[in-house]
T-cell receptor, first 112, second 113 residues
Framework: DADVTQTPRNRITKTGKRIMLECSQT?????MYWYRQDPGLGLRLIYY???????NKGEISDGYSVSRQAQAKFSLSLESAIPNQTALYFC???????????FGPGTRLTVL | AQSVTQLGSHVSVSEGALVLLRCNYS??????LFWYVQYPNQGLQLLLK??????LVKGINGFEAEFKKSETSFHLTKPSAHMSDAAEYFC???????????FGKGTTLSVSS
């Protein structure tokens, strides 16, 4: 079984809809992250969390919110989706950055 | 603050040729450096990492990278490309007390027969 899972894997929605992307991990890591990937722009950090009570904005947090429901679960919400939020979204976990980050398989989101 | 620049958004090589993907970093503190690979329709997989031990780092699938502090570089190489190496490659940096990895914009490697 995968250590970091993301649901859904693909989602098509319409402008103005509320969307939630979910991430679960079995690695036992405290640190969790949400990134978005756009062609030619690499990965950009949206939010990160070091424990259930710790939520921090990343480089591009506008238009997004997150919830850390448990050590193993970290959800990303788009309150009112817009077309330029069409992207590939990745969840990642880390125990210590010296070891790097471990990524989920990604969620491909299309906002029409 | 940290940043990463990957030189060349697209690199094409022939099967059996040397692969060289370039990465330069900026960091105000001693860095941790990483290379990740992303195959089509998959997530990112760690290829190798530098964490202040040996400057020449060996990774999976025959890849290696050399940390050169004087040149602020961490270029990825493989002596002989294989068709299965075709993918997108990302260089990433973090400071030792960093909060997250900072990624470059990626380099797509194409391998022709």
């Amino acid at each position: 079984d995968a250590d970091v899972t993301q649901t859904p894997r693909n989602r098509i929605t319409k402008t103005g809809k509320r969307i939630m992307l979910e991430c679960s991990q079995t690695k036992g890591h405290d640190r969790m992250y949400w990134y978005r990937q756009d062609p030619g722009l690499g990965l950009r950090l949206i939010y990160y969390s070091f424990d259930v009570k710790d939520i921090n904005k990343g480089e591009i947090s506008d238009g997004y919110s997150v919830s850390r429901q448990a050590q193993a679960k970290f959800s990303l919400s788009l309150e009112s989706a817009i077309p330029n939020q069409t992207a590939l979204y990745f969840c990642a976990t880390s125990d210590n950055l010296r070891e790097g980050q471990y990524f989920g398989p990604g969620t491909r989101l299309t906002v029409l | 603050a940290q940043s990463v620049t990957q030189l060349g958004s697209h690199v094409s090589v022939s099967e059996g040729a040397l692969v060289l993907l370039r990465c330069n970093y900026s960091s105000s503190v001693p860095p941790y450096l990483f290379w990740y690979v992303q195959y089509p329709n998959q997530g990112l997989q760690l290829l190798l990492k530098y964490t202040s031990a040996a400057t020449l780092v060996k990774g999976i699938n025959g890849f290696e990278a050399e940390f050169k502090k004087s040149e602020t570089s961490f270029h990825l190489t493989k002596p002989s490309a294989h068709m299965s190496d075709a993918a997108e490659y990302f260089c990433a940096v973090s400071g030792q007390a960093g909060t997250a990895l900072i990624f470059g914009k990626g380099t797509t490697l194409s391998v022709s027969s």
